[in-house]
């Protein structure tokens, strides 16, 4: 009776013993897998703004919205040295534009599409000539085309004007075509000419036969730069 | 006499060359009696030594089989989260449609300038650039996957500037302005 009652509880022991080892192991799964979801870089934003930004980014990913325009930004605060609630209000507010890029595009829009979208709204321009953009040039890609109409806008081309020449422009050549249109437009602004003027010179260049734009430049804004 | 004891001894080992009959349940009783010994804790180092045998029911193995596969999908994860990678030679190098991207800055009183962006995590310290020669230029070239980037120079660790030659980003949430950068594919 005393030998069955110890073989009882061995086995009983054996099988808690093998149940707590794959409970530990899920555990461990589970934590490893939460921990991973969560992205490293946000360990080096502002500890007191970090809580509010990862409940940010974690309602935006829900969202269906990326999340590296996010973390970017909170990174930029934090290297910058802003102040926590500062930082919260610029990722609260990317969100917030990435959101609206997101309603207007649809949800087939790309992370590279939202992110020149929300630049484009942020810089003023109106909802419509964004729908003008996606409805003239739908079968391709739009990230290019926005951010160059952001870029301009930023240059103070009023929106109509960016959007039309955009348009007209990616109609007739590539993604890259139209990055080495926006290189030689901000060339000739260094320079001294006025925005507007420069890209409507620019723009009869592209809609005239024999453009020249080869597209061997492939990138905007970082090459060649000019004395201040 | 001896004819007794020679027939008596033929009778014994007659009797002890019969075959014996033994219970056909008698391996299940002496493994059973076996099985239900308790269990002498043995010395550490034959512990370690003695081969075991593990049994686990489908379920547990199934369970087994999960965590593993979990655990080796939360490593894979987890290193390709942190960026890892992203140091091995020739990983970086090797992603199609990656650019060389020159950023280059006129500061002839700097000591000091680096690029920060979107593109190495606002790390004041990830990028600086070198001077070209004694003109004042500062350069450095940058591998930059296709995407729109988010950038400013910091001069001497402290001042931040905008690229003089590249467009302004919107939303300036932090009171210095930043450039932003289109690599196109």
């Not at chain 1, 703004?49 to 325009?69: T, Y």
């Not at chain 1, 996606?134 to 009023?158: F, I, S, W």
């Not at chain 1, 453009?211 to 061997?216: A, F, H, K, V």
Request: charged share 20%; with cysteine; glycine share 8%.
């Amino acid at each position: 009776m005393s030998k069955l009652f110890t073989n009882r509880w061995a086995r009983l022991i054996s099988s808690g013993f093998y149940a707590g080892v794959a409970a530990l192991l899920f555990c461990f799964c589970s934590w490893k897998i939460a921990a991973a979801q969560q992205d490293p870089r946000l360990e080096r934003v502002d500890p007191q703004a970090r809580p509010a930004v990862v409940a940010i980014i974690d309602s935006a990913v829900a969202a269906g919205l990326p999340a590296e325009p996010l973390i970017d930004r909170a990174l930029e605060g934090t290297s910058k040295k802003a102040p926590a609630p500062l930082i919260v209000a610029a990722v609260r507010r990317l969100a917030g534009d990435l959101g609206k890029a997101r309603k207007l595009l649809g949800p087939g829009a790309r992370a590279a599409e939202l992110i020149a979208a929300a630049d484009a709204l942020r810089w003023g321009t109106p909802s419509q000539v964004l729908l003008r953009i996606q409805r003239e040039l739908g079968n391709r890609g739009l990230a290019v085309p926005l951010g160059l109409t952001a870029d301009l806008a930023a240059r103070g081309v009023p929106p109509d004007t960016a959007a039309a020449m955009v348009i007209a422009a990616a109609r007739r050549v590539t993604d890259a075509d139209l990055l080495a249109l926006q290189r030689e437009l901000e060339r000739s602004i260094a320079l001294g000419a006025e925005p507007v003027a420069a890209s409507a010179a620019i723009l009869v260049e592209v809609a005239a036969p024999g453009t020249g734009l080869s597209g061997e430049p492939t990138m905007t804004g970082g090459p060649a730069r000019r004395k201040p | 006499m001896s004819e007794q004891q020679d027939e008596l001894i033929q009778r014994v080992v007659e009797e002890l060359r019969r075959p014996v009959a033994l219970d056909s349940s008698l391996d299940e009783r002496v493994m059973a009696r076996i099985r239900n010994e308790p269990v002498r804790l043995p010395e550490p180092r034959r512990w370690l030594l003695r081969p075991f045998t593990l049994r686990l029911s489908p379920l547990g193995a199934l369970a087994a089989a999960a965590g593993f596969a979990a655990l080796v999908a939360a490593t894979t994860l987890a290193v390709v989260r942190s960026g890892w990678l992203a140091g091995v030679p020739g990983s970086a190098g090797a992603t199609p449609g990656v650019a060389a991207v020159p950023f280059v800055l006129y500061a002839p009183d700097a000591h000091s300038v680096s690029v920060v962006g979107d593109f190495n995590d606002w790390d004041a310290a990830a990028t600086p650039l070198k001077p070209a020669g004694p003109s004042g230029t500062w350069v450095v070239t940058v591998p930059l996957a296709p995407g729109r980037y988010r950038y400013a120079f910091v001069i001497d660790g402290t001042r931040w500037v905008p690229d003089p030659g590249a467009p302004l980003a919107p939303a300036d949430d932090f009171g210095t302005p930043n450039s932003v950068l289109t690599v196109g594919s």
